[in-house]
């Protein structure tokens, strides 16, 4: 058995659509489950991909409805996180996928190969992509370099596989390929604010 959350703000789809009643469906699950796919739906939040993204944690998936609310979540209008739960063996049509692994897997091998996923940036950069609304100057702080040259300063290297990484990480997330069935779908968790969000 294993447990799963998805937050849905107030009057986003799936706030206004009961997958408790009709499942959880991908935007586009037509396409194929590529690791660009992935990449790009991780990375860039692409509206086109075949993926259901769900977290291993609640506290996330809180987060989530509550920040993708249209409007502040109240009790008499709250946000939702959904339990989903999955049995051994998965329901039919269904594959669970974890990001990290799958994008590792692509990664050249060894680094000297290719180009790194690394990035060049100083110890806080990753603190940007964690966060980049609160923290993005870490991300254009200019990457220092050996003082040999007078290179051009530039933002430090941020690649997309490197981005999915920290984002997966970040987010606890699991992506599903293939349709929830609302069977799956076990608790439906009301949440709210007790005071306005601070941007």
Known sequence: MSIFYR????????????????????????????????????????????????????AVARDYALLSSLE???????????????????PSGIKVLDPVKEVAQTLPLPPTIGPAYQHDGSQEFLLGVVNPRNMGHFLMQHSQQPPLGEGTPRPPNLSLELETLVRALRDAEILVYGTIPATCVVNCFDVYVDMPLLE
Request: net charge negative.
């Open 7 to 58: 937050g849905a703000g107030v009057d986003t789809y799936w706030h206004l659509n009961n997958p408790t009643e009709i499942g959880f469906t991908a935007r586009a699950p037509e396409v194929a489950p590529t690791t660009v796919r992935l990449i790009q739906h991780i990375s860039r939040g692409t509206n086109n991909s075949p993926f259901i993204s769900l977290s291993i944690s609640y």
């Open 72 to 90: 502040i979540p109240t009790p008499s209008k709250p946000a939702y996180v959904y339990e989903i739960e999955f049995q051994n063996p998965l």
